[in-house]
């Protein structure tokens, strides 16, 4: 519903709102033409997407839209976030008015998905007593995740004190719940 779908008017992507979902049919509300170096693509907007734009130092997904009515897998080599919408880069066209069935690179997702949770469980940790550390930066990459604190140095000491606390949370698998705040004075985020 619209009301679920909007948070200081920006859209909730069924991507946030339902991260574990792998495939989902949608409509095509924009197709354009565009060059990308010396490349003919198209940035095609969905009235909804699984495919999680990159922001906030996660990089894009990747997957494919398919017609339901064709064989034919049309690759999305990037999602960008512009204003309340994700604007897919594919390499074909999409008619607008088509339904697409949208899937999400799993792997990928799934391994963005468990060093996202683990920067903000580290961070999380980080930040109480006694380390006050707080995250300046983080970076989710393809191979490192860089979680930046603002110390000028950190001994070995406090590192497998970090570890051993996180890996403690993890294995008794609490649940991850997502919560999004309408400002940063929410009374929820004390």
Not at 59 to 76: C, H
Request: charged residues 25%.
């Amino acid at each position: 519903q619209w009301y679920q779908r909007r948070v200081r008017g920006r859209m909730l992507f069924k991507c946030q709102r339902e991260p574990f979902l792998q495939v989902f049919s949608s409509t095509v509300t924009a197709c354009k033409e565009v060059k990308v170096g010396k490349k003919k693509r198209y940035e095609v907007e969905l009235d909804d997407t699984i495919l999680f734009p990159e922001g906030g130092g996660q990089p894009a997904d990747y997957g494919t839209l398919q017609l339901p009515t064709s064989d034919t897998k049309i690759g999305v080599l990037d999602v960008q976030r512009r204003g309340g919408a994700a604007v897919h880069t594919t390499d074909k066209p999409v008619a607008v008015g088509e339904v697409v069935n949208a899937s999400v690179d799993w792997e990928r997702r799934f391994d963005h998905m468990q060093q996202h949770t683990g920067q903000h469980l580290l961070s999380a940790i980080a930040e109480q007593e006694p380390y006050n550390l707080n995250t300046v930066s983080w970076n989710l990459g393809a191979s490192v995740c860089l979680v930046e604190l603002d110390t000028p140095s950190i001994s070995h000491e406090i590192c497998d004190q970090l570890e051993s606390r996180c890996n403690s949370l993890i294995r008794q698998a609490l649940p991850v719940v997502t919560k999004v705040f309408e400002s940063k004075d929410d009374p929820g985020l004390s």
